[in-house]
């Protein structure tokens, strides 16, 4: 029995003399592991260290509508520019950035002045706001430009004339400062900007144009244009609380490690159009030739791309007829009508997604050639004035025909908003003949508004929206210009109706047979007419857009002998 314990008790004494070793060589290859997975926030301080741990989430203001840095997207969640960088900065940091529910940008302010958020991203610093506010160093730069109205003038601001800015935005203080003879109209946020410009309420307005075109293009708004650079950029950084000083340091470090082709990327994700604007105001001097064979080129292959569109969605149209004339012959009527509204809405995401994917780049020609041609700092010679003239309409052309087939789509997906709202259709209906007579001067028609303006305040108010009206009314208007004869007349008019209020197009011009008025409101159906300018959808835009304000289109017309539109719309009740 002894002989049999004593081996195992020679074995472990042999075991226990290596466990020194054993626990050495353990240590060696854990200190060569670690050496992969070294702490990614080195390049903090100890003691800025201590203040994440401290501190590991930070309150972040946020806005549903100050696009395109941070907004709420359709699905309800916070987005944009602003929530990049709070992700990136969360990776460097170890911070976690929770963005609060949506409030004003003067709302914002006001939370972080009083501690009740830690931080607002995009954020200009102003010598009224550094006393309550600490900034980090800026991270991207947006110039503010002037809006007005197309057909409105495209000059920079007279003196004596109001301009429209957002609330709680620094570019108020440098309007009162360098224009000090113009009223600033203050109103609630960037959209009811647009929208009041848009709608004729004002004449002037100054946005950001990154936030601008992201506006214009979520709201549909085609009627407004960039007029002028006012000279002041937001340069945009990081507002935080002022009693910690601590946090600045720390955002200011991680700003500095986030590189050049990051911000980049980042800004190209949101505001393409910003950056390569920014780029052309550095070189317009010395690139102007260069730009223009690019921009001429550009042209080129967006002509070439919209014919192919074109082509592609006749065909498709055409082979989705044909197999749904057979599916038809097959099935049964609920089954064919399934078929087609599977049909509609397939041609109007790809219309909606093609003319989303042309309208970034037109937009961004007709910004720069309207830059370029206005620029007091270095105008241009006559041909190249000429040249910009050429872009200019050539790019407005394709402009008008690109938001048509977006307002179609956007008509036919149940997407666009119409508003019924009481409004005089005199003021409107002159002001669409004034926008219509240089193009009727030029054709040698004779325009006319067969109303007095003492007939105006008899009128009672109609029931519409003012910008889809004044859209169709000069849908109207060119046509019976573009399809007349010169010498022509074309006369506009408003009266009341038993069936409510009446507006009527009248031309003498070519007219419309049996057969084509029977196909008048046919998408891209040219009547026969390939010799005339045009696409074939504006007429059934205007027949969606009355029929979504409750009103409706009709045409009396005889080949040879003229035309008339007639648009019937509910007039608003008299009060008592």
């Known amino acids: 029995m002894v002989h049999a314990v004593l081996p195992v008790a020679r074995l472990l004494r042999v075991l226990i003399r290596l466990l020194p070793i054993a626990a050495l060589a353990a240590a060696a290859w854990l200190s060569l592991a670690g050496q992969g997975h070294a702490d990614p926030r080195d ?9 994440v741990s401290q501190h590991p989430v930070l309150r972040v203001g946020a806005s549903a509508t100050y696009g395109p840095f941070t907004f709420t997207d359709q699905e309800g969640r916070t987005a944009g520019l602003s929530v990049d960088y709070a992700q990136r900065l969360s990776e460097l940091t170890g911070l976690h950035f929770e963005f609060q529910p949506a409030k004003t ?12 958020i830690d931080l607002l991203m995009s954020l200009r610093e102003t010598p009224e706001r550094t006393p309550t506010i600490g900034f980090t160093r800026p991270y991207i730069s947006v110039p503010a430009v002037l ?13 004596g004339e109001a301009v429209a800015v957002a609330r709680g935005y620094a570019v108020s203080g440098f309007l009162k400062d360098r224009y000090a003879t113009n009223p600033v109209r203050v109103e609630a946020d960037d959209r009811a900007v647009l929208r009041r410009l848009a709608g004729g309420e004002i004449g002037a307005a100054v946005m950001d144009l990154a936030g601008a075109t992201y506006l214009m293009r979520q709201e549909g708004i085609g009627n407004l244009r960039v007029v002028d650079d006012i000279g002041f950029a937001y340069s945009l950084g990081i507002g935080y609380r002022r009693d910690w000083p601590m946090l600045g340091r720390i955002l200011d470090k991680a700003l500095t490690r986030i590189s050049e082709s990051e911000r980049q990327a980042i800004a190209d994700r949101w505001i393409t159009q910003d950056t390569t604007l920014m ?12 730009a223009l064979v690019v921009v001429l080129a550009g042209l080129g292959l967006v002509l070439l791309w919209n014919r192919a569109l074109q082509r592609q969605v006749r065909l498709r149209g055409e082979l989705l007829q044909r197999e749904l004339v057979e599916r038809t012959r097959l099935q049964d009527v609920d089954r064919a009508r399934e078929m087609a509204e599977v049909t509609s809405k397939t041609k109007s995401e790809f219309l909606s997604q093609a003319s989303h994917e042309l309208r970034t780049p037109l937009n961004a020609v007709l910004g720069f050639s309207q830059l370029l041609a206005q620029d007091p700092k270095r105008p241009l010679d006559e041909v190249q004035q000429a040249r910009i003239r050429h872009i200019d309409e050539a790019a407005k052309h394709l402009l008008v025909l690109i938001e048509d087939m977006m307002t179609l789509s956007r008509v036919e997906a149940n997407t666009l908003t119409v508003q019924a709202l009481p409004l005089q259709a005199g003021p409107l209906l002159r002001r669409c003949v004034e926008l219509a007579q240089p193009a009727a001067e ?11 303006p003492q007939e105006d305040s008899t009128l009672p108010l109609v029931q ?12 109207l208007i060119s046509n019976a210009i573009k399809y007349n004869r010169r010498g022509g007349w074309v006369k506009v008019r408003a009266q009341v109706e038993s069936r409510g209020f009446r507006i009527e197009v009248a031309d003498n011009g070519i007219g419309l047979s049996a057969e084509q008025r029977a196909q008048l409101f046919q998408p891209f159906n040219r009547l026969g007419r390939v010799e005339q300018p045009g696409h074939g959808i504006g007429l059934v835009i205007c027949k969606q857009l009355m029929e979504r304000m409750g009103g409706r289109i009709l045409v009396d017309s005889e080949s040879g002998k003229g035309s008339r539109f007639t648009l019937e719309l509910p007039a608003v009740p008299a009060m008592g």
Do not use: K, Y
Request: aromatic share 8%; charged share 25%.
């Open 147 to 159: 809006l007005r109205r197309v057909g409105d003038g495209a000059g920079p601001l007279q003196p």
């Open 279 to 290: 780029r052309w105001q550095r070189r317009a001097l010395w690139g102007f030739g260069i």
């Open 43 to 51: 390049w903090l301080t100890p003691e800025e260290r201590a203040w």
């Open 442 to 452: 030029a054709a040698g028609i004779e325009l006319q508004l067969s109303m007095t």
């Open 105 to 116: 940008f003067a709302e914002n302010l006001s939370a972080l002045t009083d501690d009740q």
């Open 464 to 475: 519409a929206d003012p910008i889809r009206l004044e859209q169709v009314l000069h849908n």
